[in-house]
């Protein structure tokens, strides 16, 4: 099997470390509920939204810099509403790995 093909949304993600991490949790529609992260790298930061989210798994270690993160795109996999894998190439401590519909910049800062 081919190595899955890197999501566009973040250049070199494994550079950023995650300075806030929410999952908001919409019940009655579940399509509406999403993780938001926002990745810091030296000055600047980045909000992304990764809509309709399954499979979290956030390993003991976390909050430890996540040197590993990549995140991969799944559109051409076929599966229903998994569009993006957030995974972790290296295997480290604190990894945070899901898969989502979608994925959006909410906020670039500088």
């Given amino acids: 099997?081919?190595?899955?093909?890197?999501?566009?949304?973040?250049?070199?993600?494994?550079?950023?470390?995650?300075?806030?991490?929410?999952?908001?949790?919409?019940?009655?529609?579940?399509?509406?509920?999403?993780?938001?992260?926002?990745l810091q790298k030296n000055t600047g930061s980045v909000i992304l939204r990764f809509w309709q989210p399954i499979n979290l798994k956030i390993e003991e270690?976390?909050?430890?810099?996540?040197?590993?993160?990549?995140?991969?795109?799944?559109?051409?996999?076929?599966?229903?509403?998994?569009?993006?894998?957030?995974s972790d190439f290296e295997g480290s401590w604190g990894a945070i790995t899901f898969c989502a519909r979608s994925v959006e910049k909410v906020v670039t800062q500088s």
Avoid: Q
Avoid at 26 to 35: A, K, N, Q, R
């Fill in 1 to 38: 099997m081919d190595e899955p093909k890197l999501h566009p949304i973040l250049h070199r993600p494994h550079e950023y470390d995650i300075s806030d991490f929410r999952y908001h949790v919409d019940s009655e529609e579940p399509s509406e509920s999403f993780i938001e992260m926002t």
């Fill in 61 to 86: 270690g976390f909050p430890r810099p996540t040197r590993g993160m990549v995140f991969y795109d799944r559109s051409a996999d076929g599966l229903e509403n998994i569009k993006i894998e957030v």
